[in-house]
């Protein structure tokens, strides 16, 4: 209830912004955005079009402006960029958190980088080319190097006069990490326990000495699957010595569970999970036109077993009006199991262990449903159209395609997945294109046996 709220005051914000902008009151427009927080502006720049997204940046506070590009989506985060020079993004991204300036010059020009690392202080420019040196969706790329670092010998107290000291402590930290000479990990100290436990106590006699961590080089997703299981605020990031490199917290965590939540619905239609809604027309129609050109193939092949059966089809127009139907329920079946089975990989529940249970269960789930809805349409079939022969030939049909549906939508993920090769951005197509073939090829071919032995 709370988010629809949300929407439908930024959509006003958006209304009442765009009236002052074609009114030329741009004085109103910028003490609206002021008075925005950096998250909704975010969100009014992905809503408007290009002309009038250059407008809106031109108006906002330029002290905002590093935490907004840091909301926008990629698309919408390049075409900001592209009106920036690099005096101007390096004011901006000062004093950005490491995980989030990565994220903003990960994807600019090389010339444009260059020119933004030699403005940058020493300090800065080391922080982003270590951020940098690892690959992109990994923990060295998203972690944060704001972690604060305890030694075992010293006491509570000293720990607590040390943070009061420093007066403020880093966005979401929930744990102080424990180090030794050498920066390696050792341990952690929750702040619950540094407030509660006697201040006369060493670090070393409160700490908890099996501490979850993560390797530098582990995949965003895996890292993703740690925190939904240990429920954790954050977590520290280590090289294969156990050298503590920095940190990574719940708000990181969530931006990866929304962008692979992005990122699968929008690659089951065959499009970038980065999609500007209001980009260019021929950038976007050029995105498209690669997954529509193999749809058209896909649908070409269709197509072609059809027109192998044509013969058959002017014997019987039943056929023609029959047709859809098998491929059709072939395709529902078999992408049913193609979204359980990417959902099962997505959440670690699917690996080598268990597979081929997998594989005949929903083979045998395939088997029961070809069985039950192939006398369900055969009745269907002949209390339509009068012809047995006709519902013979649906029922065998629908049997064969829903258990060729059952097991290839199973397998396909599977085997993608094996291959390295996305499954929610491949698999809807190859699943589509199997069904319509097997479920084609298996109606029209019963058909043109029966008629020949007629």
Same mark, same amino acid.
């Given at each position: ?25 741009? #004085? ?48 919408a985060k390049d075409g900001i960029i592209s009106l920036m020079d ?10 950005? $958190? ?55 010998? #010293? ?23 424990? #180090? ?17 436990? $006697? ?35 954050s977590a520290p990031v280590v090289d294969h010595n156990n050298q ?10 969530? $931006? ?34 690669? *997954? ?64 081929? *249970? ?14 039950? *809805? ?8 002949v209390i339509w159209k009068g012809d047995i022969t006709v519902g ?29 090769? $996305? ?26 046996? #029966?008629?020949?032995?007629?």
């Amino acid at each position: 209830m709370l988010e629809k709220t949300e929407l439908k005051d930024t959509q006003q914000q958006l209304q009442t912004i765009n009236k002052a902008l074609e009114s030329g009151m741009f #004085v109103l427009a910028r003490s609206i955005l002021e008075k925005m927080h950096a998250c909704d502006v975010a969100l009014l720049l992905e809503s408007s079009p290009p002309a009038n997204r250059k407008v809106l940046w031109n108006l906002t506070d330029h002290d905002q402006q590093g935490e907004i590009l840091e909301e926008l989506n990629e698309d919408a985060k390049d075409g900001i960029i592209s009106l920036m020079d690099a005096t101007n993004l390096v004011a901006v991204t000062e004093g950005m $958190d490491t995980d989030d300036l990565a994220y903003i010059l990960r994807g600019i020009p090389d010339s444009l980088y260059q020119a933004v690392l030699e403005q940058m202080d020493a300090q800065d420019r080391h922080r982003v080319e270590q951020a940098l040196a690892y690959p992109e969706d990994t923990a060295g790329s998203i972690m944060n190097t704001d972690t604060i670092t305890l030694r075992p010998d #010293v006491s509570i107290d000293v720990v607590l006069r040390y943070l009061r000291l420093k007066g403020e402590l880093p966005e979401a930290t929930d744990t102080l990490y424990v #180090v030794n000479a050498g920066d390696h990990l050792i341990g952690d100290v929750p702040l619950s326990t540094l407030l509660t436990v $006697d201040p006369s106590l060493s670090v070393k006699e409160v700490m908890n000495n099996k501490t979850g961590s993560l390797l530098a080089e582990m995949p965003e997703l895996e890292i993703a699957k740690l925190f939904e299981r240990h429920d954790w605020i954050s977590a520290p990031v280590v090289d294969h010595n156990n050298q503590l490199l920095g940190r990574i917290t719940i708000d990181d965590v969530v $931006d990866i569970i929304r962008e692979n939540a992005e990122h699968s619905m929008m690659g089951m239609a065959g499009m970038d999970d980065d999609e500007d809604t209001f980009a260019p027309i021929l950038p976007s129609a050029k995105r498209r036109t690669v *997954w529509l050109s193999i749809n058209l193939i896909a649908a070409f092949i269709a197509a072609s077993v059809s027109n192998m059966f044509e013969a058959t089809l002017e014997q019987m127009a039943t056929l023609a009006v029959l047709m859809t139907i098998v491929p059709s329920m072939g395709g529902i079946a078999g992408n049913q199991t193609l979204a359980l089975v990417i959902r099962g990989i997505a959440v670690g529940h699917i690996g080598n262990t268990n597979t081929r *249970w997998l594989i005949g269960k929903e083979a045998a789930i395939g088997l029961l449903n070809g069985m039950v *809805w192939a006398i369900f349409v055969a009745i269907a079939v002949v209390i339509w159209k009068g012809d047995i022969t006709v519902g013979i030939i649906i029922a065998g049909a629908m049997f064969i395609n829903l258990s060729v549906a059952g097991i290839a939508g199973v397998s396909i993920p599977l085997i993608m997945h094996k291959y390295k090769i $996305d499954p929610a951005l491949a698999g809807g197509m190859a699943l589509t294109t199997i069904t319509d073939v097997v479920g084609l090829f298996s109606f029209l071919g019963m058909a043109t046996l #029966v008629l020949q032995h007629s």
